[in-house]
């Protein structure tokens, strides 16, 4: 007789992965000088399994198009066949909305120049390219319990903030603090009338030196009661939120939502090697 998995003490089916989806670009639009929104669809669409995150994200794949490879790349034989440098690289995006009766989501791609490898494919991008990605996963969603919000990232973190203030309760309270290069590169927002959005210049690049994200949320006053936290983007700013949120304030481990989207002076294989060592980690071991 053969157990069943679901009863009280068995094992639990392991999670099956969500397929590949193949989809095409079918609209560009350049949001600001540093930000470009692709619009992708096509009868791919009916494989994406969506989910209720607003920081949803999917990871994006990447392969040399000397290869001539076939979308969706089943890794396990490429690997058979292909050098590791010849391998397709995954490269992780916001999802920025979703179109069910269109059939169509929309991902933001920052674009600094030649720099990287999805911004200039973003940049570059035609209505007919292809492009195949995994998930999505995420996990944040604004919590009407919540007394007040706190959410702080740059341009990175842009899309998901943006759908985190549009899925908040109407009558939300609380502060969204968004760093980017300059005033062009402000986005038109849609957000509750009880959340103060404060835009942050850096005027130019990404630097240590430069960026004012961590100093302005630790300067701005602290408001009373139960707060919950987004907090995403540099790996660097993000901790010494970690620092000043979780030491200095209090707030519990629950309430915060941290995460690191990139790493300066990293480049994306070195960023995501890391997450595993002690450098790489936002919360400190116990």
């Known amino acids: 007789m053969t157990a069943n998995p679901s009863a009280r ?36 669409f009916s494989l994406y399994q969506d989910k209720d995150a607003t920081d949803k994200y999917i990871k994006l794949m990447f392969a040399d198009p000397a290869l001539g490879l076939t ?29 069910h009766d269109a059939g169509t989501l929309t991902v933001d791609f920052v674009v600094h120049g030649d720099d ?74 849609e957000a509750p009338e009880g959340i103060e959005v404060t835009w942050l210049h850096r005027g130019g690049a990404f630097t240590p030196e430069t960026t004012k994200l961590a100093a302005a949320v630790i300067d701005a006053p602290w408001q009373d009661g139960t707060v919950q936290v987004f907090a995403h983007g540099e790996r660097e700013m993000v901790k010494a939120l970690r620092r000043y949120l979780a030491d200095v304030r209090g707030v519990d481990r629950k309430q915060m939502s941290l995460s690191a989207y990139w790493a300066y002076g990293r480049a994306e294989e070195a960023f995501q090697a890391e997450k595993t060592e002690p450098i790489g980690k936002i919360f400190p071991e116990p």
């Open 9 to 44: 003490g068995g094992a639990r089916q392991p999670r099956q992965p969500k397929p590949p989806v193949v989809l095409e670009v079918v609209a560009t639009e350049q949001l600001s000088p540093h930000m470009v929104r692709l619009t992708l669809g096509g009868p791919g």
């Open 116 to 189: 990287g490898l999805a911004g200039p494919w973003a940049a570059s991008a035609k209505v007919g390219d292809r492009v195949t990605f995994g998930g999505p996963g995420g996990m944040f969603q604004p919590d009407p319990a919540a007394d007040w919000y706190l959410l702080a990232g740059d341009e990175s973190a842009l899309p998901a903030i943006s759908s985190a203030l549009e899925a908040m309760p109407a009558d939300a309270d609380g502060r969204a603090f968004i760093e980017v290069a300059g005033p062009e590169d402000e986005i038109a927002l």
């Open 71 to 99: 979308m969706p790349y089943d890794m396990e034989k490429l690997r058979e066949r292909l050098t590791p440098e010849q391998m397709p690289v995954r490269r992780t995006y916001t999802v920025r909305s979703v179109d």
